[in-house]
Nanobody, 115 residues
C-alpha cells in the first residue's frame, strides 16, 4: 500500500511559479518511479513529468524548459517546480506511482493560472 499526498497548488498569475510536493508513505520510495499527471476540465489526464529512483527525469513537450521534477529520497517526497506558468497549465495535478502492477494516485491539487 502506498499513500500519496500532494500539496502546493493555488492561484498564480501567468508567468508566475509554483512548487508542488508529493509525500509518499512507503519504505519502497527510493526505488519507485514517481510521476506527475494533470487533468484539465473536459480533457484526459496527461503525463507531465516522471523521475526514476536515481533521478533520471523526463518531461512532456508542453512543459520542457519550464517545469523541473526532483525528489528527496530521505524525505520520501517528489517535487514539481513550475516556472513561466501559462493559463493552459491550469489543471488538477496528481502524483502517481506504480508498484506490483498497481497504480497509486494522490488526491490531486488544483493549479489555476489566471490574471
Amino acid at each position: 500500500q502506498v499513500q500519496l499526498v500532494e500539496s502546493g497548488g493555488g492561484l498564480v498569475q501567468p508567468g508566475g511559479s509554483l512548487r508542488l510536493s508529493c509525500a509518499a508513505s512507503t519504505s519502497w520510495f527510493s526505488i519507485l518511479v514517481m510521476d506527475w499527471y494533470r487533468q484539465a476540465p473536459g480533457k484526459q489526464r496527461e503525463l507531465v513529468a516522471g523521475i526514476t529512483g536515481v533521478g533520471s527525469a523526463s518531461y512532456a513537450d508542453s512543459v520542457k524548459g519550464r517545469f523541473t521534477i526532483s525528489r528527496d529520497n530521505a524525505k520520501n517526497t517528489v517535487y514539481l517546480q513550475m516556472n513561466s506558468l501559462k493559463p493552459e497549465d491550469t489543471a488538477v495535478y496528481y502524483c502517481h506511482t506504480r508498484r506490483r502492477d498497481y497504480d497509486y494516485w494522490g488526491q490531486g491539487t488544483q493549479v489555476t493560472v489566471s490574471s
